[in-house]
């Protein structure tokens, strides 16, 4: 399984984007796709994630109601989209997409994800 995130840029606070991971390889419905962020100096946090059959959600109580996860529904596709509204300060990271080998749910800790694509950088500006 290989990730590839992209989307990330400088924005000023209050702006919106939206980040894409394309996934390739062979996945299955089981699987979560999460999306995970980390700040200078910071460990890395989970941020929101989603099975690849889209059937649950999970976000960090931080974005909750400003932050959007979903799966593009053309299969051929298997993209995973992080819409991020009312972005501030905060949010400032490079963001990591990574899919767990098969799970149940979506899980917050790191060590339950088996490939990591690399990061994009969001910068958000005051």
């Known amino acids: 399984v290989q990730l590839q995130a992209s989307g990330g840029g400088l924005v000023q606070a209050g702006a919106s984007l939206r980040l894409s991971c394309q996934v390739s390889?062979?996945?299955?419905?089981?699987?979560?796709v999460g999306w995970f962020r980390q700040a200078p100096g910071k460990e890395r946090e989970f941020v929101a994630g989603?099975?690849?059959?889209?059937?649950?959600?999970?976000?960090a109580d931080s974005v909750k109601g400003r932050f959007t996860i979903s799966r593009d529904r053309d299969n051929a596709k298997n993209t995973v989209y992080l819409q991020m509204n009312s972005l501030n300060t905060e949010d400032t990271a490079v963001y990591y997409c990574?899919?767990?080998?098969?799970?149940?749910?979506?899980?917050?800790?790191?060590?339950?994800?088996?490939?990591w694509g690399q990061g994009t950088l969001v910068t958000v500006s005051s």
């Open positions: 990574a899919c767990t080998g098969g799970s149940i749910g979506v899980p917050i800790i790191t060590t339950y994800y088996d490939y």
């Open positions: 390889g062979r996945t299955f419905r089981n699987n979560a």
């Open positions: 989603i099975t690849m059959s889209g059937g649950s959600t999970r976000y």
